[in-house]
């Protein structure tokens, strides 16, 4: 056993599948699942868990950093734009958060459910230091209720429901550092439901000269972002819809405050990512696609890489077929033709919309096959070909 508490056999517990980012999870030590609030034809949303909060706080229990509270013991966390309102003893929509006499706790500090290495092209990543092992770890909850999430058995479950480990901020360095990795990135569930757990890891992380990736949905509320840009070099950010009514149905969240985050991101010079599934049904409208690409262009500029998922059927959407090739096609080049540079295509194997072509002469830039490096044409951080330098980290 080593001194951050877990084994390698631990370590791998979560594999994690070989197209996408979708976690296949090698231990059935799940508690039931509990269902969210549906309500109907005014979509889902997640709903606040009232008088669910432990008896005792445990400890991987950590006081909340961004929270307001009243003279009636009363509190709102205001990590994200849920802002939940929890008297005592009640426990966030998230799951993660709850009220105890009047102050906020996070309740998965250190614990993290989902500890794994990848590659850096699966968060997906494609313009940040190519070919890098990345340590990710991932605590449970999440501030939406995606029906078609794939990682729903740790997102939509309590810290206390899920097997984990401890590993506190320098145990994760040290237990990244020893799988020879220089990154860490905060994934699979949501991690701005384990705000207080990754900003201290990054925080420890950058100060010894470690990447630090964010992969979220974006919903956060501003300060908190700020205060975490700063140690944060990457991010893929999931652009789910480009439509509140679709944010409303299918995420259970709000589209607004995503574009915020965009927005912040880009003046705050972190490199980022888009990543949008397109959805049968629900978000492969091309007209949706031309706005959100117009969004894109003005407010982000054409540089920052996109990615168009193919949906694989699943969770609550496991009736509907996965995205026709056809579809997928179509959308990149519409992607492209309204400006966009950099276009991906994700969980498939097509190798135009895997690969990096420079966005001025055309020429085959990064080569990928699957997630493996193949032919590399850049020279520096530029085209070998014509010398325009191409966005990214590399
Ligand atoms: S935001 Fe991500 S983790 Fe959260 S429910 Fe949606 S797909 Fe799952």
């Not at 206390?160 to 360095?173: K, T």
């Not at 009736?319 to 992607?335: E, G, N, Q």
């Not at 097509?350 to 830039?365: A, D, K, Q, V």
């Amino acid at each position: 056993m080593n001194s951050y508490s877990i084994n390698r056999r631990q370590f791998l517990y979560l594999g994690t599948c070989s197209l996408c980012a979708c976690l296949t999870l090698g231990d059935p030590a799940f508690a039931a699942f509990e269902e969210t609030t549906n309500n109907g034809s005014q979509g889902i949303q997640g709903s606040i868990f009232r008088n669910d909060a432990p008896q005792e706080l445990w400890k991987w229990s950590k006081e909340a950093k961004f929270y307001r509270n009243s003279q009636d013991n009363t509190v709102t966390c205001t990590t994200c734009p849920n802002f939940c309102v929890l008297s005592p003893g009640d426990r966030s929509v998230c799951r993660s958060k709850v009220n105890k006499n009047g102050r906020l706790y996070s309740l998965c500090y250190g614990n993290p459910c989902a500890v794994h290495m990848d590659p850096v092209e699966k968060k997906p990543l494609f313009h940040f230091k190519p070919g890098s092992r990345v340590f990710s770890l991932a605590t449970t909850g999440c501030n939406f209720r995606c029906l078609n999430c794939q990682n729903w058995q740790i997102s939509q479950s309590k810290p206390s429901e899920v097997r984990h480990r401890d590993l506190f901020p320098g145990e994760a360095i040290q237990a990244a550092r020893e799988e020879g990795a220089n990154c860490i990135a905060y994934t699979y569930s949501e991690p701005i439901t384990f705000y207080e757990y990754m900003l201290d890891t990054a925080q420890k992380a950058k100060s010894e000269g470690m990447d630090n990736l964010l992969i979220s949905n974006g919903f956060i509320n501003q300060d908190p972002l700020l205060k975490l840009c700063p140690y944060i070099d990457g991010a893929n950010i999931n652009l789910k819809a480009f439509s509140e009514k679709i944010y409303k149905k299918l995420n259970g969240g709000n589209l607004e405050p995503v574009l915020r985050t965009f927005k912040t991101l880009f003046d705050q010079g972190v490199h980022f990512e888009i990543t949008n599934l397109v959805i049968p049904g629900y978000t492969d409208d091309q007209d949706m696609l031309k706005k959100m690409c117009n969004w894109i262009l003005e407010n982000v500029g054409p540089d920052n890489p996109m990615h168009l998922l193919r949906f694989i059927p699943r969770y609550k959407l496991d009736k509907v077929p996965p995205t026709p090739m056809s579809t997928l096609k179509d959308f990149r080049k519409i992607a492209m033709q309204e400006g966009v540079r950099y276009v991906y295509i994700g969980n498939t194997n097509y190798s135009p919309g895997l690969n990096t072509f420079c966005h001025n002469c055309g020429e085959l830039i990064l080569e990928r096959k699957g997630y493996i490096l193949g032919e590399n044409n850049l020279d520096g951080n530029s085209c070998k070909s014509c010398g325009t330098k191409i966005p990214g980290k590399w």
